[in-house]
Structure formats: C-alpha cells, structure tokens
C-alpha cells in the first residue's frame, strides 16, 4: 500500500463515522474490524467492549441468529432482516439489516453489516411477539401452583385498585401477559394499551411519550424492564409519571431483579420504585414453580389442535420427566418456544416421544433421561429417516463436543488440545450451542 492510499485513511473514517446507519464489519473468524459511531449509539457499547470479543459474547439473540454470522458462515447476503436481540447490558436492540459477505479473490475473507435502528419506532406496539390473537387475560394463564395463583389474585387487586403495579421477574416469566391482563381487568380496558420499550441510547425517548400517546382517553402504559433504562432517562420518566397522573390512566413497570439490589447497584432510581411500588408482584422463575409445567404443556397442545388441526395431544412419561427435571432458564417463554418448534414439525404423532424432541434440547437436557443421545443416533441406517446434512452435521459437532467438554471435566484449555483447535475457537463454538442452538 502506497502513502497516497495510507494518506486517504482519515477521509474513509470519517466518512463510515457520519454515516446515517450502522456499520459493523467482521473479518472470517468473527473479530470486528470496523465498528462505526452509530452502530456504538445502536447498541450501546463502545469499540473497546467489542474488540477481540465473538458476537455471541457480546449480544443474546434468543432464538434468532446472528445476521452477521449467518451471512459468515454461509457466503450468503441477507438483506432487509429484522432482528431482536439484547446487548450485554441487557438492553433489547431492533434493526433492520443488510448484511453482505466480503470476497477477496474467490476467497471469504469477512462480512459487513449495515443497521437501521427501529427500536425507538417500535417502542409504543401492542404485544408484537404474541402468536395469539385475542387480548390476554387472567382465565388465560395457567396457575396450578400457589405461587401463581397469589401472582393472579394481587394483580385481580391491582386492577380494581387502579393504582401503579411494580412486575419483578426474570426473562420469560409472562410479566407482559399479567401486565395486559392487569389492563383488561381494569376500568381503563376500553382505552389503549401500550408497551413501552425502553432504549438506553436514545436520549429523546422519554420527550416523544406525548407525542405517541393519545392523551385524551383512558390508556395503560407498560413500561417494560426500567432497569434498563439510564439513570437519567429513568429520572426523565419519574417525572413525565408524576405530570400524567390522573383518572383513566394505568401505569404498569416490570423490573428483572430484586429492586433493592437494583437501587443499590446504580440500575434503579429509587423514586421511580416508590412510583410503581404500590402493588408489587413478584413472579416466580419456571423451575421453583414446576407444577405449572405439565398443565402449560396440555393447554398448549389442545389451543394448537383446536386452531391448526394439530395431531399432538399428549406427552410420554419420559418426556413428562425431562421437562419437570429440567431448570427452564428462559421460563415459559422458553418452553413456549420448544413446542412451537416440536409442533410445527409434528405431522400424524399423537403423542411428543423424546425422538421428537429438537436435537439441541436433547443435549442440553443430557442425562435426565436413560434414552439421551448415544453415539448410535448418528449412525446411518436403511430404515432410519435421514435428515438434512446441515442438520445432521450441526447435530453431531454439538454431541461431539459435549461429550469431550464431559470427558476432561468441563476443563477449556484440556478439551482444546484434544481436539486440535484453539481456546478461543472451541470457546466459540460453546457459546454458539449455548445462545443459538
């Protein structure tokens, strides 16, 4: 490289920098190599938190993958893609996407991503990921344990009461459903409801609340995880809360965490949890609440049957044991999530065997049930229903290096020599199982 193209480096810099979207290129083994201002505002970290961090380190998409890495692995662009996914801060992202490889002479060197961020136009929507049509309410949630039958009858309270409610639980615990029942109780359930969504980067967010709602009729607002909120933009909604208070409103506030940890930390303005603290409901996580579980799973499965026609009516005893053993650490959400996946695959089955379980929760419910998955489920056999060779291969590489990770006691540094690769690569390929499997 000659001095006259070194020379044109600041012009290229400054150029990525004012750009209107976000910019976020890798090279072939993930590592950013350009990270631009506004991807920083998008996401909210800074270049020095992404350097020589993978992306799944760095952001949770859920059930959804990285367009990035889609696009990295497969040599194939991906274009206008919308995706939700969280920083490590916790903040939920929303951008719509172009995302394209790089080929330098035939050969993937890198992909590059440009973002536009919708979070803030989606901040005001009602329910985006129910699957369901009709409003949400009490009737709908199962509530088989004690834990979840207190959970209903103070938010029944609540609702009468028409006074600020304070939600506390972890993710996929159903607080925007309890919240939207909270509204549908209430005398303000002829009004809107909306669900706020807070962003931390977006510094007018809290000033365009008037704005977006209409505020000559009743409404509930839900605002979703404050915590994640800037203390000052939590400051901001304090005082917006206090100037909108009055008869036909309802404001609704779900938190992730025990709130005196959260104030005492710096996550929490206090004032804002004396706001919402009126009624406090705390929703016990799926695995201290497991007698829901089985209930959930058959209400499920006779809504799917009477809406779709679905075959599925029950569960074996062995897969009866599986869920009530397993920890659920995405709560219902997450369970919600795996029969979506087993029923849409479901064709004359009445009943879910453990062979129709998804291959990547088989394994990580490995050994709670004696059929896990052995060696022999990847043999090839003339009677045994092939699958597709992505599917089978991603399979495998998951059970293979479980089962090493098992063989040297869970040890990074030990299993990476036994199978030839590096630390970081096989760290990698871990998290990849762990967030995106």
């Known amino acids: 490289m000659d001095k006259n193209e070194k020379s044109l480096f600041p012009l290229f810099e400054f150029a990525v920098n004012r750009a209107g ?43 959804e993958e990285s367009t990035l890495l889609k696009v990295l692995q497969s040599g194939q662009e991906q274009l206008n893609v919308k995706q939700t996914y969280w920083n490590r801060k916790g903040t939920e992202i929303t951008t719509i996407n172009d995302t394209y490889p790089v080929f330098h002479e035939d050969e993937l060197i890198g992909a590059v991503e440009f973002a536009r961020d919708i979070t803030a136009l989606e901040k005001f929507v009602l329910h985006p990921l129910r699957k369901n049509s009709e409003p949400a309410t009490f009737s709908q949630i199962i509530a088989t344990s004690e834990e979840m039958k207190t959970v209903i009858s103070t938010a029944k309270k609540a609702a009468v009461a028409n006074l600020p409610v304070l939600l506390i639980g972890e993710s996929g615990t159903g607080k925007d459903l309890i919240a939207e029942s909270i509204h549908n109780e209430s005398s303000t359930s002829n009004g809107s409801y909306y669900t706020f969504f807070g962003h931390q980067s977006d510094a007018t967010i809290i000033d ?95 809504k799917r049957k009477e809406r779709f026609g679905s075959s599925l009516e029950g569960v074996t005893s062995e897969v009866e044991q599986i869920f009530l053993q397993y920890d659920w650490p995405g709560n219902m959400r997450e369970l919600e999530f795996l029969l979506d996946e087993v029923s849409s695959l479901a064709t004359m089955e009445s009943v879910l065997t453990y062979d129709m379980l998804p291959m990547h929760f088989r394994l990580k419910s490995n050994g709670l049930s004696e059929t896990s998955t052995q060696a022999t489920d990847f043999i090839v056999q003339p009677e045994k229903e092939l699958v597709p060779l992505d599917r089978y291969l991603k399979a495998a590489e998951e059970y293979y290096l479980l089962k090493a990770m098992k063989i040297h006691d869970e040890n990074i540094t030990k299993t990476a020599q036994a199978l030839g690769m590096s630390r970081q690569n096989l760290q990698y390929r871990l998290r990849k199982l762990k967030n995106g499997r």
């Open 208 to 302: 365009r609340l008037d704005e977006d709602l209409n505020l000559s009729k009743p409404f509930t607002l839900f605002c979703e995880r404050i915590d994640l909120l800037s203390i000052s933009l939590q400051q901001k909604l304090f005082a917006y809360l206090k100037d909108s208070e009055r008869h036909g409103r309802q404001f609704i506030a779900s938190i992730g965490d025990d709130p005196v940890e959260l104030i005492a930390k710096g996550s929490l303005l206090k004032d804002l949890y004396y706001f919402f603290a009126s009624f406090t409901i705390r929703i016990t996580p799926l695995r201290k609440r497991k007698m829901d579980i089985l209930p959930f799973v058959n209400s499920y499965l006779a």
């Open 21 to 63: 979207v976000g910019i976020h290129a890798v090279d072939r083994t993930g590592r950013t190599v350009i990270y631009n201002d506004k991807m920083k505002a998008i996401e909210g970290l800074e270049l020095e938190e992404v350097v020589d961090r993978s992306i799944l380190e760095l952001f949770n998409f859920d059930q």
